[in-house]
Structure formats: C-alpha cells, structure tokens
Nanobody, 115 residues
Framework: QVQLVESGGGLVQPGGSLRLSCAAS????????MGWYRQAPGKQRELVAT???????NYADSVKGRFTISRDNAKNTVYLLMNSLKPEDTAVYYC?????????WGQGAQVTVSS
C-alpha cells in the first residue's frame, strides 16, 4: 500500500509560478514511476507529466517548456515546478504512483490561475 500527500497548490496570477510536492509513504519500493495529472471542471483527467524510476520524463504538449517534473529520492518526494502559468492551467492536480497491483492517487491540489 502507498499513501500520497500533496502540497503546494494555491492562487497565482497569469505568468506566475507554483511548485507542487507529492510525498510517498508505505510500500514505496513497489512504485515504478510517478506522475502528475490534472482535472479541470467539466473535463476528463489528463496527463501532465511523468518520471520513471530511471529518470525518464514525459510531458503533455500543453505544458512542455513551462513545467518541470523532478524527484528527491531521499525524501520519496516528487515535484512539479510550474512556470509561466496560464488560466487554462487551472485545475485540481493529482499525484499518481503506479505499482504492479494498483494505481495510487494523492488527495488533489487546487491550482487557480486568475485573469
């Protein structure tokens, strides 16, 4: 079993920056990758970024060049640095940790980019 606790959401003006954190606990050795998803009102949950245990990263086209996913192995924590934020980035952001048995999710962090 894995528990994920997110922090760092908030309200920011367009062009601003935020950094989300996701701390994993429990059976962390079973996690083979980490990722960030987001869900805006009335829309499906969509992939934002992923990072493998080997450090390979992937980004959605909509955030490429603006967002950076990284990890701190000593703290079992994954980060999402969001720069040049746009109103269309407004969503609830969820941390995801897939294992061989199931996908685990954080509680969600609200990110609001006001115009």
């Amino acid at each position: 079993q894995v528990q994920l606790v997110e922090s760092g959401g908030g309200l920011v003006q367009p062009g601003g920056s935020l950094r989300l954190s996701c701390a994993a606990s429990g059976s962390v050795f079973s996690i083979y990758a980490m990722g960030w998803y987001r869900q805006a009102p009335g829309k499906q949950r969509e992939l934002v970024a992923t990072i493998s245990n080997g450090g390979t990263t992937n980004y959605a086209d909509s955030v490429k060049g603006r967002f950076t996913i990284s990890r701190d192995n000593a703290k079992n924590t994954v980060y999402l640095l969001m720069n040049s934020l746009k109103p269309e980035d407004t969503a609830v952001y969820y941390c995801n940790a897939p294992t061989g048995e199931d996908d685990y999710w954080g509680q969600g962090a609200q990110v609001t980019v006001s115009s």
